[in-house]
């Protein structure tokens, strides 16, 4: 994650650890999707946050946006 992502605004908040998760909108292919950026300074946190970066990059926003909270 590009280090001027982490900001305030993209703090995972309620998390003890430093959690940033950027989104962001991507156009193309006849539609859009959404590309993840996120990192953490802690192990564990920074394997979840790859996991959303892995598992949600490039996802339909619409289909995105079904994914439970």
């Known amino acids: 994650m590009d280090p001027a992502l982490k900001t305030d605004s993209n703090r995972v908040r309620g998390c003890v650890s ?3 998760v950027h989104a962001e909108p991507v156009e ?3 539609g859009r ?3 993840f950026h996120a990192d ?7 394997g979840l946050a790859a996991l959303l970066v892995l598992g ?3 996802t339909p926003a619409e289909d995105v946006a079904k ?3």
């Open 28 to 30: 193309g292919g006849g």
């Open 40 to 46: 953490s300074d802690a192990q564990l946190t920074k």
């Open 56 to 58: 949600l990059s490039g």
């Open 67 to 69: 994914v439970p909270v």
């Open 18 to 20: 430093q959690v940033w």
């Open 33 to 35: 999707s959404v590309r």
